[in-house]
Every structure is written in C-alpha cells, then in structure tokens.
C-alpha cells in the first residue's frame, strides 16, 4: 500500500463527529481550545457540542439545511459548527467583514434556515437581510443582549439549556447521531472572497477535509497534541482546516487568537512548532524581526522571544510571499515554505515541506494529489481533495469538475522536472496591455511590497500602451518610517511627502531594473488612505479586490494615463 493509499483509506473511516467522540473519549482531561485564561477539554468540548446540537434540533434543524454563522473567533464558533455538524446540517462561516448588502446575498444564496449572529452589532448588520420573505427561521444570538421583537431570534443560552435538558435525558442520541454520518456527505461551506465576483459557496466533505488532515499528518508529523494558533477568520479555508479539522485529527491544543494585533505576543506564548501565515503576515513579521536584528541582537535569541524558535513548518500561502520578504527571513533562520491551494482543493493541494522543497515553487501535490498544466498554461487538478461543488440557491450541489474529474483553477503556472509548481498568475489578472503583451500583475506586485512603506499595491495596464501603479502605505510601517525621520503629519500629508515620493522613485526604479520592459512601471500615484477589509479594498484574508479597486479609484487611474 503506496502513501496515497494509506491517506484514502484512514480517511474513510473518519468523520469529525467520530474523532471529536475519539478525543473525548481517548483524551478527556486534555485541552483543545484555549481563549485566555479559559481552556475548554475535549472532553467538555463534546459535551458543548452535544448540547448546542440537541439546541438547534429543537429549532428544527435538519439534514441538508445551511445553517450561517457571523462571529469572531470564540469557543461558541466552535461548538456550533461542530454542533449543526452532528446534525449533518452544512454549516458555514461569513466573514465578519461583510457589508449588509453582502450579508443579504450570502443569506439569500445559502437559503440558510438558522443564523447565529455574535451580538448586537451583527444582529444590527443582519436587519437587511432579515427584512422581507426569508428561507431563515430562527436566529441564535450569543451574546446577552436585549433581543429585537421578533419571533424568529433565541438566545444562546436558551438554546444550550433547552440541548441540555434533551443531551442529559437521552445521552444515547448522540451516539446515533454519530454514527449516522457518511464520510462522504458535507461537513460544511465556505463562500469564496469573490476578488472578481460573487462569492460562491463551496461545499466540502469530510473525507475532504480529513484526507487532507491525514496526508498532512504523514508528509510532516507533528508532537502529539501540539500547540496551534487560530487567528485567521473562520470562514477562510486555511483556519477550518488546522484550527478544526487537523485539530481534531490531531488532538492538538488550539489557542484562539481573535485579536490579530495581539498575535505575536500570542506567538510568543505559545511557540507552536507549526504556523501558517498568509504573505502579509510574514511581511509584518519580517519587518518586526528587521527591527530588532537592526539594533545588533543576536538571531536566536530574537527567534525565540517572537515565538518562532520551535517552528519545524512555517507555511505561507493565499498569495505569493514576495522573494524579498522570504530570502530575508531565511537569511534570518526561518525558512518560510510556501504552499498553494484553494478554497476548492480544502486549503493546500500542493506543498514544499521540510526536506523536500524549493524556494520560489509552491512544492509538490499531496499524496493522491494529481496536478496537470493545460495548453494556455491553466492548472488543472484531480484528487480526494477536490471538493463536492458549488451549492445552488435551491440547495442542490453543482459539480465544478469535467467528466474525469479534473478542476480548472484559474490559476496559471507551471510545473518543473522535479515536479515543483510554480505559480506565475490569475488567469483572470493577466494583464494584455494595447501592444499585446501579457504581464502576470503579481509578480511586480510583490516586488513593490517588498518594502515596508508598500502596504498593498496594484498594477494597471489592461488595453494600455504600458504599466502603472497604485500604491498604498502600511498603515504601520509608514508612520514609523516617516517618525524615524523627523516627518510629522496625517496618513494622507505623508503619501503626498517629497521624501516619501523620492524613496518610492527609487524602489519602482530598482524594481523595474528586474523586470523585462513591458513589465515596467511607468508612472504610479499614492494613495492618501490605506486599504483595508473595511474600506473595501481587501478581502477579510487580505487579498486584493481587483474590480473595487479600478471602480473606486478610476479617477486615479485616468490621470496616469493623461
């Protein structure tokens, strides 16, 4: 029996419901999730996730039904996840982020018959999608806070002790609900980011989720209930992958992390021996680690108070980590190893791992992982991990994959001798400028942000004669840059200052040196704000929304060109 073998038949006897049984049942006493100072069991976390089943049951909860969440990182997220799961309900994280109209789309589109909203904010954020006919029929709030008077919403707490009442005269139902579900049925949905349109809900199985928990398991075997940080949304492929369902095939302690601003001093505590970040993290971490080896520190030791001595798998992914940014970390001890995958492909088809990697290459496919380059230069993929398909507003799956099986990414690359992938661009970012050219933005992209006074930067040129940019500041490194030398004033005094303007002058000037001419930039314009995932510019897991940007800053756009 070859790898891919082993993978495909541990994962089909898996469920998250049986493993979640497994811990409590193999390790009662052991922590699974720390928020604080307050540490859930797993044992105490089954017996949560029991409870808020029997809940929603009684809220009519049923097979096949959608069932949204809308709140931070919390050990409620957890137990109601797990909980609609044991119900074989499809449970499915929005990202907090949404706007109210966003919120109405996902709410129709789902068809989604029970909401659990976080608090009075989210309850506020949801009355446009709550207003008219309406497939929901209750909303759960957690938070203890007076109630809209309306029918449909319940409390938290009401909810659980009603699923109390029900798990403590009838235990055995949770067994029975246990042992009903089929590996190959949903375990839950996400909606994609929808940098280019509508988001779409992607739904998963848990052979999905737990065939990529194992593979993961056996290329880079972690110590028995090691340590892990969630600071990701809920909602993002990579965070439901580690922080629940590697968790649980791991039994691993995960350590809710909802505040990001607190994640190093988090790091720092926790020293995980593996972390994934996306590429603006490891920026924001290089930049801190920078700072101190600036002022003579040794590497160890600055490693080591950033919690980052243990790490045996640090693993970036979502967008490509510009090489800047990565060969400094590695020159620093930490060798980032970057891996690719989609919401589509349960989080990483592809992945370099210690002792079998390549910098600059997304790495390898998982085992049983099957990945091939089409003639325009698309990547296909093939697997276990290939997700179930798109749900439809009537609550039907439709398939994505052609007739053998193979997935269209949207995503160009290519592969190498040694089977390393490469990942070049968007398929749908190339850029064609007026003379015919294609230029893969990306790329120039992360050579821009490679420096700390870039937070975010796009490239335009579509139907033009050449290359422009839009570049917006790190809303922190730009004002520690600008303090270092003496420049006072506003975000917005500061993108429009000489010095800044002439360190910019330089990097396009240094950038461009590295690029083949229609790839250069010819001019580009500073913006005065920043973007974010709340001005609109961001999606929640900080990629760039490609069609906002143009619309909002067409007049910016315009003036390049005059």
Request: proline share 7%.
């Amino acid at each position: 029996m070859n790898l891919a073998e082993e993978c495909a038949a541990e994962a089909a006897a898996l469920t998250v419901p049986g493993l979640l049984r497994r811990n409590a049942e193999d390790y009662p006493d052991s922590p699974a999730l720390t928020a604080g100072t307050r540490t859930l069991t797993w044992s105490a976390l089954r017996t949560g996730a029991a409870e808020i089943a029997r809940g929603l049951e009684s809220l009519g909860l049923a097979a096949g039904e959608r069932m949204l969440i809308m709140m931070t990182s919390r050990f409620e997220h957890w137990l109601a996840d797990l909980g609609a799961t044991h119900l074989r309900a499809i449970p499915c994280t929005a990202y907090h982020t949404l706007s109210p109209e966003q919120i109405a789309y996902v709410a129709r589109h789902s068809g989604a018959t029970v909401v659990v909203l976080e608090g009075a904010d989210e309850v506020g954020r949801w009355q446009q999608a709550l207003a008219g006919p309406s497939s929901i029929r209750h909303i759960v709030v957690v938070d203890d806070v007076r109630l809209p008077e309306d029918e449909r919403f319940v409390s938290w707490a009401d909810v659980r002790a009603e699923g109390a009442r029900r798990h403590a005269a009838e235990p055995e139902v949770l067994e029975k609900l246990t042992e009903a579900i089929d590996p190959h049925e949903p375990v839950g949905m996400m909606y994609t980011s929808g940098t280019t349109g509508d988001p779409k809900a992607v739904v998963l199985s848990h052979y999905n989720v737990l065939y990529e928990a194992v593979a993961l398991a056996k290329l880079v075997p972690m110590p028995p209930h090691a340590p892990a940080i969630a600071y990701l949304p809920l909602a993002h492929i990579a965070e439901r992958e580690l922080a629940i369902y590697r968790a649980l095939h791991q039994a691993a302690h995960v350590h809710i992390c909802a505040d990001t601003s607190e994640l190093v001093s988090t790091l720092a505590t926790v020293r995980p021996p593996s972390f994934f970040g996306v590429p603006r993290v490891w920026e924001k971490l290089a930049n801190g680690l920078g700072a101190f080896l600036a002022t003579g520190a040794d590497k160890d030791t600055v490693l080591a108070q950033l919690g980052l001595d243990r790490l045996t798998w640090p693993g970036s992914g979502s967008a490509p980590l510009p090489g800047p940014v990565r060969e400094f970390l590695g020159d620093a001890g930490l060798e980032v190893l970057e891996v690719w995958g989609m919401s589509e492909t349960t989080g990483c088809a592809t992945a370099n791992i210690p002792g079998r990697s390549k910098p600059g290459t997304v790495g390898v496919p998982l085992p049983g992982v099957e990945v091939r380059i089409a003639e325009d230069g698309e990547i296909f993929v093939r697997g276990p991990i290939v997700f179930l398909g798109y749900l439809r507003p009537d609550g039907g799956i439709d398939r994505a994959t052609d007739d053998e099986g193979w997935l269209a990414t949207g995503d160009i690359g290519t592969i190498d001798e040694d089977g390393f992938l490469t990942i070049t661009d968007r398929k749908k970012e190339l850029i064609i400028t007026s003379s015919g050219k294609n230029v893969a933005p990306t790329k120039i992209e992360g050579l821009l942000r490679a420096h700390p006074l870039v937070g975010h930067a796009v490239v335009i040129g579509e139907g033009k004669p050449h290359l422009t940019a839009l570049i917006a500041l790190d809303e922190e490194a730009a004002p520690a840059w600008a303090s270092a030398r003496d420049i006072s004033g506003s975000f917005a005094d500061l993108a429009g200052h000489p010095a800044v303007r002439a360190e910019l002058d330089e990097l396009t000037g240094q950038v461009n040196g590295q690029l083949a001419r229609a790839e250069q930039i010819k001019a580009y314009v500073v913006l005065p704000q920043p973007w974010t995932a709340e001005s609109g510019e961001l999606t929640p897991t900080l990629k760039i929304r490609r069609r906002v940007v143009h619309d909002r800053y067409a007049g910016d756009i315009s003036s390049l060109y005059a």
